[in-house]
């Protein structure tokens, strides 16, 4: 969701935005717009679209001065429009701002403003904001610094801004609450932005800004860290191990592409210094002093969102199964709102790839609350989530910019499956044959995944087919069920098919009624305890005449004969089967999106980032 950036320095802060607002492109949105000071002018420009047509609209007009905001706007309040975009001004047109987030009680603090002639030009609940700034410093004679901070002590809901002033032509104020924000900090230059991806060529070191914080950031000073209650902080900077070469496409004509190809390696990284089939162990350092309450846990909750939540299914199933201990998984926007029963010795966990999402975000903090143990799952270090939480495991998959999540999935896929495997070490549930046999296993799974790639040319040819489908459903069963969820969701959300995720058995109590011969069915076939079941459900969808397309164990006959196309895929236990499984459905997915000619990367209406509930 929306993107800021800022520069202040020596250098021209126009290119640094228009590469800063281009790295946050993933993240979704549908106008955007820059501001830059030169010489006590200051220039706007905003509108409708993407950076390209922000860049397009500037043209030759004056873009210099050597410090400016960027913003990619997801609209929340008001349709995404050129008036509607960020920057939003002032009364006076002497300052603006850029904001990631929602001011809940926008409506009231309007009205009022209104009241003593205050005039909107926006739908925006930010252009409340800066007003109320603006009207807060003059009303009280106050610098703008201390505005800010009074201002926002009156808003609820959630912020990460960045105020220009043309009176302040030295200056950025920034503030976060909820939405993320991170400080970078060069040689005499100061960066700011949503994420660490538009900072990372200048600089590695990094502030993460906690909520209810400002910062001050002046020309030629250290940067000053404050509360909204007026405690003064110091800076902890940190530095940042992304690499640059992970930000760009290496040649792969979408970043989607690039890291279902990555997943080899991806998979290995989860996996690095944690298990080693050789000594035996399974170990998770950032768990180490939580293992007893996981011993001692009577239930663990899952809390996510959307692929994450698919994820925290494939959990249920290993810990139910592995460490023998009840699971539910919650959606975090359901959870947060249900007055849930929360026990002190439950164990949450918490997953997320991006660490920022909004509704997951505060079902954490209602978890914590209720005194439970709360671990997270996530792939962003430093990120909201991973600092909200007790202790926790990165999933280590390198940043992932497709909107349509891949190798985060199966990181933490592996990630679930070390944390159930050491659990259920711990607790013994698990003999030392089948723990020695699952982590070799285990250790053998990128090589499989590599050998899916390579079925690459087949796959594209069964998406050429299915290529115009109105409707898809997915099947699966036992460990393969998150699997089928998670293969429909990649269809629907970029190649705008609609399509079904069902238990196999299930189908019989509903989407039956949909199967003709328009009507691919996707099922994911491997050998295991469901495989007759399975078999037999694909019966019963080829006696209605749909279409299967058959994920199955190398070596399959039996499939083979009934289905209309099969993808075979290694062989291997069955309780990791979701992780070489759900790879050709990736590929399926790009695949029809690519030739349907939708936006892979950034498919319409959707978020990388989901900073609003
Ligand atoms: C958005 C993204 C999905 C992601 C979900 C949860 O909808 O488009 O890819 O699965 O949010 O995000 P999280 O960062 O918490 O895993």
């Not at 209602?366 to 909200?388: P, W």
């Not at 944390?419 to 285990?442: C, D, H, P, Q, Y």
């Amino acid at each position: 969701m929306c993107g800021i950036v800022a520069y202040i320095g020596n250098k021209q802060a126009y290119p640094i935005l228009i590469k800063g607002l281009q790295r946050l492109e993933y993240r979704g949105y549908d106008s955007a717009g820059v501001a830059m000071i030169e010489k006590d002018e200051l220039n706007v420009y905003k509108c409708k679209g993407k950076v390209g047509d922000l860049v397009k609209f500037i043209g030759e007009k004056n873009t210099k001065g050597t410090i400016g905001i960027g913003h990619t706007r997801w609209a929340t309040h008001g349709e995404p429009n050129d008036v509607n975009a960020h920057p939003q001004f002032s009364a006076s047109q002497n300052m603006v701002m850029i904001h990631n987030g929602i001011i809940e009680n926008y409506a009231p603090l309007k009205e009022e403003l209104k009241k003593r002639g205050h005039i909107f030009l926006s739908d925006t609940d930010t252009e409340v904001l800066i007003h109320l700034i603006e009207d807060i410093k003059q009303k009280e004679g106050v610098r703008l610094g201390e505005a800010v901070r009074i201002a926002l002590n009156q808003v609820v809901g959630a912020y990460s801004i960045v105020i220009l002033s043309k009176e302040n032509p030295d200056e950025l104020f920034a503030a976060k609450k909820g939405s993320p924000m991170v400080i970078g900090i060069g040689v005499d230059e100061f960066f700011i932005a949503s994420d660490a991806t538009p900072i990372i060529e200048y600089t590695k070191n990094v502030v993460y800004m906690e909520d209810e914080e400002i910062a001050y950031i002046e020309r030629g000073k250290d940067l000053k860290i404050k509360t909204i209650k007026n405690k003064a902080k110091t800076p902890y900077v940190q530095e940042l191990e992304m690499k640059l070469e992970a930000l760009e496409k290496g040649g792969y004509d979408h970043f989607m592409l690039k890291e279902i190809y990555e997943q080899p390696r991806s998979i290995k990284d989860s996996m690095r210094g944690r298990l080693s089939s050789e000594n035996r162990i399974v170990n998770l350092g950032g768990i180490t002093e939580y293992e007893q309450k996981f011993i001692n846990a009577k239930r663990i909750i899952f809390i996510a969102c959307g692929t994450s939540w698919h994820a925290g299914l494939v959990g249920e199933y290993l810990f139910e199964d592995l460490a023998r201990i009840p699971v539910e998984v919650e959606y975090a926007s359901e959870f947060r709102y249900r007055n849930p029963i929360v026990y002190e010795d439950d164990v949450v966990i918490a997953i997320s790839q991006s660490g920022e999402t909004a509704d997951t975000l505060a079902a954490i903090e209602l978890a914590k609350s209720k005194g439970a143990t709360i671990i997270g799952i996530c792939n962003v270090v430093g990120s909201s989530i991973a600092r909200a939480t007790h202790a926790g495991s990165y999933t280590h998959a390198g940043p992932e910019i497709g909107v349509a999540s891949t190798k985060a999935f199966t990181a933490q896929v592996t990630v679930l499956t070390l944390m159930a495997l050491r659990v259920a070490f711990m607790k013994g549930t698990i003999s030392a044959s089948r723990f020695n046999e699952l982590i070799t296993e285990l250790e053998a799974i990128p090589e499989k995944v590599e050998k899916v790639l390579l079925k690459n040319d087949q796959i594209k040819f069964i998406a050429d087919i299915y290529k115009n489908s109105t409707n898809a459903l997915y099947l699966g069963r036992g460990y393969t069920f998150p699997v089928a969820l998670e293969g429909a969701l990649k269809l629907k959300e970029i190649s705008y098919i609609h399509a079904e995720g069902y238990p196999a058995a299930e189908m019989k109590h509903g989407p039956i009624a949909l199967i003709d011969e328009e009507m691919p069915v996707i099922v994911i076939a491997t050998k295991g305890a469901s495989y007759e079941k399975v078999v037999s459900n694909i019966q019963e969808v080829k006696a209605r005449k749909g279409k299967i397309i058959a994920i199955v164990t190398e070596g399959d006959s039996i499939v083979k004969e009934m289905a209309d196309y099969t993808i075979e895929i290694p062989e291997t236990d069955e309780i990791l089967v979701p992780l070489v499984s759900v790879v050709p459905l990736q590929l399926l997915s790009y695949h029809i999106a690519v030739m349907r000619g939708c936006n892979v990367d950034q498919p319409r209406n959707l978020a990388k980032s989901v900073t609003v509930e």
